[in-house]
Protein backbone atom coordinates (compact mmCIF):
# COMPACT_ATOMS: atom_id res chain seq x y z
CA UNK A 1 0.00 0.00 0.00
CA UNK A 2 1.18 3.68 -1.00
CA UNK A 3 1.99 5.65 1.96
CA UNK A 4 -0.41 8.61 1.81
CA UNK A 5 1.07 11.51 3.64
CA UNK A 6 -2.67 13.70 3.23
CA UNK A 7 -6.07 12.12 2.72
CA UNK A 8 -8.75 13.92 2.43
CA UNK A 9 -11.92 12.22 2.00
CA UNK A 10 -15.58 12.84 1.21
CA UNK A 11 -15.16 16.37 2.35
CA UNK A 12 -17.49 19.11 2.03
CA UNK A 13 -16.57 22.40 3.37
CA UNK A 14 -17.40 26.20 3.06
CA UNK A 15 -18.16 29.79 4.72
CA UNK A 16 -21.19 29.85 7.22
CA UNK A 17 -23.08 30.73 4.51
CA UNK A 18 -22.35 28.94 1.36
CA UNK A 19 -21.06 25.60 0.13
CA UNK A 20 -17.97 25.37 -1.56
CA UNK A 21 -16.51 21.83 -1.66
CA UNK A 22 -18.67 18.96 -2.14
CA UNK A 23 -17.54 15.21 -1.64
CA UNK A 24 -13.69 16.01 -2.01
CA UNK A 25 -11.46 13.07 -2.08
CA UNK A 26 -7.55 12.93 -2.71
CA UNK A 27 -4.88 11.08 -1.32
CA UNK A 28 -1.20 12.52 -1.48
CA UNK A 29 2.04 10.30 -1.07
CA UNK A 30 5.48 11.09 0.46
CA UNK A 31 7.33 12.83 -1.58
CA UNK A 32 4.62 13.19 -4.57
CA UNK A 33 3.82 16.05 -6.81
CA UNK A 34 0.58 16.93 -7.12
CA UNK A 35 -1.13 19.49 -9.27
CA UNK A 36 -4.46 21.15 -9.17
CA UNK A 37 -6.09 23.33 -11.66
CA UNK A 38 -9.55 24.06 -12.68
CA UNK A 39 -11.51 27.19 -13.46
CA UNK A 40 -11.69 30.67 -12.20
CA UNK A 41 -13.82 30.22 -8.48
CA UNK A 42 -13.65 26.34 -8.44
CA UNK A 43 -12.87 25.90 -5.19
CA UNK A 44 -9.13 25.16 -5.28
CA UNK A 45 -8.16 27.94 -3.05
CA UNK A 46 -10.56 26.91 -0.44
CA UNK A 47 -9.42 23.31 -0.62
CA UNK A 48 -5.84 24.58 0.01
CA UNK A 49 -7.16 26.96 3.05
CA UNK A 50 -9.18 23.91 4.60
CA UNK A 51 -6.71 21.76 4.44
CA UNK A 52 -4.59 24.44 6.47
CA UNK A 53 -7.53 24.77 8.66
CA UNK A 54 -8.27 28.44 8.06
CA UNK A 55 -11.11 29.22 10.66
CA UNK A 56 -13.23 31.57 7.81
CA UNK A 57 -14.22 27.99 6.40
CA UNK A 58 -16.02 25.34 8.37
CA UNK A 59 -15.77 21.16 7.46
CA UNK A 60 -19.29 19.77 7.22
CA UNK A 61 -18.66 16.32 6.44
CA UNK A 62 -15.86 14.22 5.81
CA UNK A 63 -12.18 13.69 6.83
CA UNK A 64 -8.71 15.18 6.50
CA UNK A 65 -6.05 13.09 7.71
CA UNK A 66 -1.97 13.86 8.12
CA UNK A 67 0.84 12.20 8.22
CA UNK A 68 -1.32 9.06 10.49
CA UNK A 69 -3.02 11.63 12.34
CA UNK A 70 -6.74 12.74 12.06
CA UNK A 71 -6.65 16.92 11.54
CA UNK A 72 -10.12 17.56 10.56
CA UNK A 73 -10.67 19.68 13.86
CA UNK A 74 -7.04 21.18 14.58
CA UNK A 75 -5.97 24.53 14.76
CA UNK A 76 -4.19 25.99 11.78
CA UNK A 77 -1.27 26.60 14.10
CA UNK A 78 -0.98 22.66 15.40
CA UNK A 79 -1.81 21.51 11.38
CA UNK A 80 1.76 24.16 10.52
CA UNK A 81 3.46 22.73 13.63
CA UNK A 82 2.73 19.06 11.99
CA UNK A 83 4.34 20.35 8.78
CA UNK A 84 1.61 22.05 6.72
CA UNK A 85 2.40 25.18 4.75
CA UNK A 86 0.32 27.10 3.01
CA UNK A 87 1.69 29.89 0.34
CA UNK A 88 -1.34 32.03 -0.62
CA UNK A 89 -2.45 32.91 -3.49
CA UNK A 90 -2.89 36.92 -2.30
CA UNK A 91 -0.48 37.45 0.67
CA UNK A 92 -1.47 39.74 3.55
CA UNK A 93 0.36 42.68 4.01
CA UNK A 94 1.08 42.84 7.94
CA UNK A 95 2.60 46.15 9.00
CA UNK A 96 4.53 46.74 11.89
CA UNK A 97 6.07 43.26 12.02
CA UNK A 98 9.49 43.01 9.89
CA UNK A 99 9.82 39.98 7.52
CA UNK A 100 13.10 39.02 9.71
CA UNK A 101 11.33 39.00 12.81
CA UNK A 102 8.51 37.40 11.07
CA UNK A 103 11.01 34.35 10.29
CA UNK A 104 12.84 33.97 13.21
CA UNK A 105 9.24 33.73 15.34
CA UNK A 106 8.12 30.97 12.78
CA UNK A 107 11.15 28.84 12.85
CA UNK A 108 11.85 29.13 16.63
CA UNK A 109 8.31 27.23 17.11
CA UNK A 110 10.00 24.22 15.47
CA UNK A 111 12.04 22.53 17.60
CA UNK A 112 13.81 20.69 14.60
CA UNK A 113 14.60 23.92 13.13
CA UNK A 114 16.19 25.90 16.65
CA UNK A 115 19.23 27.43 15.89
CA UNK A 116 21.55 30.38 17.06
CA UNK A 117 20.81 33.81 15.86
CA UNK A 118 23.77 33.78 13.82
CA UNK A 119 23.03 30.42 12.03
CA UNK A 120 19.63 32.02 11.27
CA UNK A 121 21.03 34.73 9.75
CA UNK A 122 23.70 33.03 7.41
CA UNK A 123 20.70 30.78 6.57
CA UNK A 124 18.38 33.39 5.63
CA UNK A 125 20.71 35.45 3.45
CA UNK A 126 21.61 32.34 1.60
CA UNK A 127 18.10 31.56 1.03
CA UNK A 128 17.41 34.81 0.20
CA UNK A 129 20.93 34.90 -2.48
CA UNK A 130 19.21 31.39 -3.93
CA UNK A 131 16.05 33.60 -4.37
CA UNK A 132 17.80 36.19 -6.13
CA UNK A 133 16.29 38.70 -3.01
CA UNK A 134 17.45 42.43 -2.31
CA UNK A 135 18.36 42.06 0.95
CA UNK A 136 17.03 44.54 1.96
CA UNK A 137 14.03 42.89 1.96
CA UNK A 138 14.69 41.04 5.19
CA UNK A 139 14.51 44.23 7.57
CA UNK A 140 11.19 45.62 5.99
CA UNK A 141 7.60 45.14 6.71
CA UNK A 142 6.43 41.57 6.34
CA UNK A 143 4.86 41.86 3.16
CA UNK A 144 4.24 46.02 3.15
CA UNK A 145 4.62 47.50 -0.10
CA UNK A 146 6.03 44.22 -1.83
CA UNK A 147 5.15 43.72 -5.68
CA UNK A 148 3.29 40.81 -6.06
CA UNK A 149 6.22 39.37 -7.54
CA UNK A 150 8.75 40.30 -4.39
CA UNK A 151 5.45 38.48 -2.21
CA UNK A 152 5.75 35.26 -3.70
CA UNK A 153 9.67 35.44 -2.84
CA UNK A 154 9.21 35.72 0.30
CA UNK A 155 6.28 32.85 0.30
CA UNK A 156 9.07 30.79 -1.29
CA UNK A 157 11.65 32.53 1.22
CA UNK A 158 9.43 30.81 4.24
CA UNK A 159 9.16 27.49 2.55
CA UNK A 160 12.70 27.20 2.17
CA UNK A 161 13.02 27.92 5.88
CA UNK A 162 10.31 26.21 7.21
CA UNK A 163 11.01 22.82 4.83
CA UNK A 164 7.17 21.32 5.63
CA UNK A 165 6.49 18.21 4.93
CA UNK A 166 3.74 19.23 2.60
CA UNK A 167 3.33 22.69 0.81
CA UNK A 168 0.66 23.83 -0.73
CA UNK A 169 1.18 26.47 -3.32
CA UNK A 170 -1.58 28.64 -4.51
CA UNK A 171 -0.84 29.93 -7.37
CA UNK A 172 2.62 30.97 -6.26
CA UNK A 173 3.43 31.36 -9.82
CA UNK A 174 1.13 34.07 -10.63
CA UNK A 175 2.32 37.44 -11.98
CA UNK A 176 5.45 36.21 -12.00
CA UNK A 177 7.79 37.63 -14.84
CA UNK A 178 9.98 35.44 -16.43
CA UNK A 179 12.91 35.53 -14.69
CA UNK A 180 10.83 35.34 -11.11
CA UNK A 181 9.29 32.71 -12.37
CA UNK A 182 12.55 30.57 -12.86
CA UNK A 183 13.36 31.63 -9.79
CA UNK A 184 10.00 30.21 -8.45
CA UNK A 185 10.58 27.30 -10.16
CA UNK A 186 14.46 26.69 -8.91
CA UNK A 187 13.01 27.54 -5.45
CA UNK A 188 10.84 24.33 -5.90
CA UNK A 189 13.22 21.80 -7.09
CA UNK A 190 15.56 23.40 -3.67
CA UNK A 191 12.75 22.53 -1.20
CA UNK A 192 12.04 18.91 -3.04
CA UNK A 193 15.79 18.31 -2.80
CA UNK A 194 16.33 19.65 0.91
CA UNK A 195 13.39 18.08 2.15
CA UNK A 196 12.26 15.68 -0.03
CA UNK A 197 8.36 16.72 0.46
CA UNK A 198 4.98 16.44 -0.84
CA UNK A 199 3.96 19.26 -3.16
CA UNK A 200 0.05 20.15 -4.10
CA UNK A 201 0.30 22.97 -6.77
CA UNK A 202 -2.66 25.35 -7.57
CA UNK A 203 -1.62 27.01 -10.81
CA UNK A 204 -3.39 28.05 -14.10
CA UNK A 205 0.02 28.75 -15.30
CA UNK A 206 1.73 25.31 -16.53
CA UNK A 207 4.78 27.24 -17.65
CA UNK A 208 5.59 26.45 -13.43
CA UNK A 209 5.56 22.82 -13.75
CA UNK A 210 8.00 22.41 -17.18
CA UNK A 211 10.68 21.44 -14.79
CA UNK A 212 8.59 19.46 -12.06
CA UNK A 213 8.11 16.04 -12.60
CA UNK A 214 4.95 15.75 -11.60
CA UNK A 215 2.78 12.47 -10.27
CA UNK A 216 -0.95 13.33 -10.50
CA UNK A 217 -3.13 15.99 -11.74
CA UNK A 218 -6.61 17.16 -10.58
CA UNK A 219 -9.22 19.11 -11.79
CA UNK A 220 -11.77 20.91 -10.09
CA UNK A 221 -15.14 22.06 -11.50
CA UNK A 222 -18.36 23.32 -9.16
CA UNK A 223 -16.19 22.65 -6.11
CA UNK A 224 -15.83 18.69 -6.90
CA UNK A 225 -12.87 16.76 -8.27
CA UNK A 226 -14.30 15.44 -11.35
CA UNK A 227 -11.11 13.91 -13.31
CA UNK A 228 -7.69 12.87 -12.21
CA UNK A 229 -4.77 11.69 -14.18
CA UNK A 230 -1.07 11.69 -14.97
CA UNK A 231 1.48 15.03 -15.86
CA UNK A 232 0.59 14.63 -19.38
CA UNK A 233 -3.67 15.62 -18.50
CA UNK A 234 -2.16 18.92 -17.86
CA UNK A 235 -0.96 19.20 -21.70
CA UNK A 236 -4.51 18.28 -22.52
CA UNK A 237 -6.11 20.93 -20.15
CA UNK A 238 -4.19 23.61 -22.02
CA UNK A 239 -4.90 22.34 -25.75
CA UNK A 240 -8.41 21.77 -24.86
CA UNK A 241 -9.51 23.87 -21.54
CA UNK A 242 -11.88 22.60 -19.00
CA UNK A 243 -14.86 22.25 -21.31
CA UNK A 244 -15.09 18.27 -21.31
CA UNK A 245 -14.40 18.64 -17.35
CA UNK A 246 -17.37 21.16 -16.99
CA UNK A 247 -19.65 18.44 -19.14
CA UNK A 248 -18.47 15.95 -16.30
CA UNK A 249 -19.78 18.02 -13.16
CA UNK A 250 -22.67 19.31 -14.92
CA UNK A 251 -23.45 14.97 -14.24
CA UNK A 252 -22.81 15.09 -10.75
CA UNK A 253 -24.28 18.55 -10.20
CA UNK A 254 -27.57 16.69 -10.95
CA UNK A 255 -27.49 13.76 -8.96
N1 LIG B 1 -14.48 33.45 2.52
C1 LIG B 1 -15.38 33.37 1.53
N2 LIG B 1 -16.58 33.98 1.62
C2 LIG B 1 -17.49 33.87 0.61
N3 LIG B 1 -17.28 33.17 -0.53
C3 LIG B 1 -16.11 32.55 -0.67
C4 LIG B 1 -15.10 32.61 0.34
N4 LIG B 1 -14.04 31.87 -0.07
C5 LIG B 1 -14.37 31.40 -1.29
N5 LIG B 1 -15.61 31.80 -1.64
C6 LIG B 1 -16.29 31.50 -2.90
O1 LIG B 1 -16.10 30.14 -3.19
C7 LIG B 1 -15.88 29.92 -4.58
C8 LIG B 1 -14.54 29.23 -4.77
O2 LIG B 1 -13.50 30.18 -4.49
P1 LIG B 1 -11.97 29.81 -4.58
O3 LIG B 1 -11.21 31.03 -4.20
O4 LIG B 1 -11.72 28.59 -3.77
O5 LIG B 1 -11.80 29.49 -6.13
P2 LIG B 1 -10.49 29.15 -6.98
O6 LIG B 1 -10.75 27.84 -7.65
O7 LIG B 1 -9.30 29.27 -6.12
O8 LIG B 1 -10.51 30.28 -8.09
P3 LIG B 1 -9.30 31.10 -8.80
O9 LIG B 1 -8.78 30.19 -9.88
O10 LIG B 1 -9.99 32.29 -9.37
O11 LIG B 1 -8.29 31.44 -7.77
C9 LIG B 1 -15.97 31.29 -5.24
O12 LIG B 1 -17.29 31.46 -5.72
C10 LIG B 1 -15.69 32.24 -4.10
O13 LIG B 1 -16.32 33.50 -4.28
MG1 LIG C 1 -7.68 30.52 -6.08
Known amino acids: ?41 AGKSTLGRVIMGDPAYQVTDGSIQFDGCDITDQSADKRSLAGIFLSYQAPVEVPGVPLYSYLRTITQKRPELKMTARKFRARVGEI ?17 GFSGGEKKKIEMLQLLLLQPKLAILDETDSGLDVDALSVVSRGIEAYRAACDG ?15 SVDQTHVMVRGRLVAEGPGSLIDDIDAHG ?7 AEGTDAQ
Open 242 to 248: FEQFERA
Open 198 to 212: TLLIITHNTRILERL
Open 128 to 144: AEQLDMDSSFITRELNV
Open 1 to 41: MSNHLLRVSGLFAGTEDKPILHDVSLSLGARETHVLMGPNG
